[in-house]
């Protein structure tokens, strides 16, 4: 099991985890229990954080922004997700010409 962390910082590590995931799989079909398994932590403790899919996802979409991930800010243009609807016009550019790339 994973060790003890201050609460911000488990937050933040099921973050990174859950854009790692999404990276791979996409955003759209990560797990509580993927993400749970990546942090060596349960899904109950992932739910702690994030009560809802939703919430979830929509905390990784945010994310990805503040980090830059344009693979994963351009699978979230692509769902028309609402963290992207009013994003900088050339990260946009930049993120969706990602996935030509």
Do not use: W
């Amino acid at each position: 099991m994973a060790t003890k962390l201050p609460p911000v910082d488990r937050k933040q590590q099921i973050l990174t985890a859950a854009l790692c995931l999404a990276m791979g799989v996409g955003y759209q079909s990560v797990t509580r229990e993927a993400i749970a398994d990546a942090c060596g932590v349960s899904h109950a403790l992932v739910n702690l954080y994030f009560r809802v899919m939703p919430e979830l996802k929509a905390a990784v979409m945010v994310e990805a922004v503040r980090v830059s991930n344009l693979t994963v800010i351009a699978q979230g243009l692509v769902a028309r997700d609402p963290a992207v609807a009013d994003l900088d016009p050339k990260l946009k550019r930049k993120a969706l010409a990602s996935i030509n790339a």
